[in-house]
């Protein structure tokens, strides 16, 4: 049973547009999420994430949104640049500390 | 600062053939010890994970084995691999022992494992 969902395998955007990758959780344990950015043929690497306590984070571009009540969040990329081209992966930690938990991803393309 | 290093970056073995996978962090000590598979069309499987030496706790059943001789090195073995194993297979570390790392886990570059 998959605790963490991307729904979407696949996004396309356009150069300079807002990029919104979604995620859906249904463990109610969890309680801090992070984003990770892959490339082809290399490891995940930390881009943002969130505590349960607050509802959004920003850092440059990058912002997460975060919506309990529903078990989801969002991450927005604005503007998206084609460097964002990537495989985007959720993940979260319950408060047991347990290992991380990742979604399956969301492969972005930002066209030019 | 702390590296982590994976190695090798790509291997092509056969059917039948045995698997190691050899991973090492360097600048810390005591981390705990993460591997993980994104298989094709896949997400990030967690493997195996390891608190400290000797200590090895399996997260799925499968024809892969870990183990963790040194404080620092992780690996992930099969004695016999199958066409199911094919992947890309990444380390992780964590330093933080209870509670929670800020950032997650810091990756390895992969292994790129195809069975044929």
């Known amino acids: 049973d998959q605790q963490v969902k991307q729904n979407s395998p696949s996004l396309s955007v356009q150069e300079g547009r807002i990029s919104i990758l979604n995620c859906d959780y249904t463990n109610s344990m969890f309680d801090y999420f992070l984003w990770y950015k892959k490339y082809p043929a290399e490891g995940p690497t930390f881009l943002i994430s969130i505590s349960s306590i607050k509802d959004k984070n920003e850092d440059g571009r990058f912002t997460v949104f975060l919506n309990k009540s529903a078990k989801h969040l969002s991450l927005h990329i604005v503007p998206s640049q084609p460097g964002d081209s990537a495989v985007y992966f959720c993940?979260?930690?319950?408060?047991?500390?347990?290992?991380?938990?990742f979604g399956k991803g969301t492969r972005l393309s930002v066209i030019a | 600062s702390q590296t982590i290093h994976q190695w090798p970056a790509t291997l092509v073995q056969p059917v039948g053939s045995p698997l190691s996978l050899e991973c090492t962090v360097e600048?810390?000590?005591?981390?705990?010890l993460y591997w993980y598979r994104q298989a094709a069309g896949r997400g990030l499987q967690l493997l195996f994970y390891s608190v400290g030496i000797g200590q090895i706790s399996s997260e799925v059943p499968q024809n892969l084995s870990a183990s963790r001789p040194q404080d620092r090195q992780f690996i992930l073995s099969s004695k016999k691999l199958l066409l199911s194993d094919s992947g890309f297979y990444l380390c992780?570390?964590?330093?933080?022992?209870?509670?929670?790392?800020?950032?997650?886990?810091?990756f390895g570059s992969g292994t790129r494992l195809t069975v044929v």
């Open positions: 992780a570390w964590s330093g933080v022992k209870k509670g929670k790392s800020l950032y997650g886990y810091t």
């Open positions: 600048g810390t000590s005591n981390p705990n």
């Open positions: 993940a979260a930690w319950d408060s047991g500390n347990t290992p991380l938990v």
